[in-house]
């Protein structure tokens, strides 16, 4: 069994033993918007039982991550052995860090944010937690298609950034998952407060 995954141009093949039956389809379910026929990379998923809790650690030359639940091992520059206790948690922190750290190779970031897409053009909203993300999210839903009220992708291409949408999500009651891009045409730094105000 395989499923492929892409988020902000990076696609990941996962290989599934027949063991993992549930977990493939649950994997298949949450990140459907996000499937792909691409592949740059091959990851091997194996399950493991016991929880491993342990904080995140990344050793860059041969790739390891570790992390809770999980333990990846690149074997060549294309492919790697996951090793994951079969929970979509687990799984989504793999994710996250993979995809991190494979867009840093390449100037490209993963960024704590919301943003919003309109007419193949985006628009970054920063902020820590408690910011209004997802509040901003909720609010300017229906007017414009919401790209992640946690985590986006910004991707530079030459001489211009392209914000990504990413599955990765905080509280928004989010509608179907989309992998969608566009130009980045502005930032917005959010920062909590009672009062409405935009300074530029």
Same mark, same amino acid.
């Given at each position: 069994?395989?499923? #492929? &995954?892409?988020?902000?141009?990076?696609? !990941?093949?996962?290989? %599934?033993?027949?063991?993992?039956?549930?977990?493939?389809?649950?994997?298949k379910?949450?990140?459907?918007?996000?499937?792909?026929?691409?592949?740059?990379?091959?990851?091997?998923?194996?399950? !493991?039982?016991?929880?491993i809790?342990?904080?995140?650690?990344?050793?860059?030359e041969?790739?390891?991550?570790?992390?809770? $639940? %999980?333990?990846?091992?690149?074997?060549?520059?294309? #492919?790697g052995?996951? =090793?994951?206790?079969? *929970? &979509?948690y687990?799984?989504? *922190?793999?994710?996250? !860090? %993979?995809?991190?750290?494979?867009?840093?190779?390449?100037?490209?970031?993963?960024?704590?944010?919301?943003?919003? =897409?309109?007419?193949?053009?985006? &628009?970054?909203?920063?902020?820590?937690s408690?910011? /209004?993300?997802?509040?901003?999210?909720?609010?300017?839903? /229906?007017?414009?298609?919401?790209? #992640?009220d946690? &985590?986006?992708?910004?991707?530079?291409?030459?001489?211009?950034?392209?914000?990504?949408?990413?599955?990765?999500? $905080? /509280? =928004?009651?989010?509608?179907?998952?989309k *992998?969608?891009?566009g130009?980045?045409? $502005?930032?917005? =730094?959010?920062?909590?407060?009672?009062?409405? *105000?935009l300074?530029?």
């Amino acid at each position: 069994m395989k499923l #492929s &995954i892409e988020i902000a141009q990076i696609s !990941i093949s996962f290989v %599934f033993d027949k063991k993992s039956v549930l977990f493939y389809k649950k994997i298949k379910e949450r990140y459907f918007g996000f499937l792909t026929d691409k592949s740059q990379f091959t990851v091997n998923l194996y399950q !493991i039982s016991e929880v491993i809790l342990r904080k995140i650690y990344i050793k860059r030359e041969p790739l390891i991550i570790c992390g809770e $639940g %999980f333990i990846f091992e690149q074997t060549s520059p294309l #492919s790697g052995n996951l =090793f994951i206790k079969e *929970n &979509i948690y687990f799984f989504e *922190n793999f994710l996250r !860090i %993979f995809i991190s750290q494979k867009l840093m190779t390449s100037g490209d970031f993963l960024i704590h944010s919301a943003g919003i =897409f309109h007419k193949g053009y985006s &628009i970054l909203f920063p902020g820590k937690s408690g910011s /209004g993300k997802t509040t901003l999210s909720t609010m300017l839903c /229906g007017d414009f298609e919401i790209m #992640s009220d946690e &985590i986006c992708a910004v991707v530079r291409k030459r001489d211009v950034f392209y914000l990504f949408s990413t599955p990765f999500w $905080g /509280g =928004f009651k989010k509608p179907a998952c989309k *992998n969608i891009s566009g130009k980045l045409t $502005g930032v917005f =730094f959010l920062k909590k407060s009672r009062d409405v *105000n935009l300074k530029t």
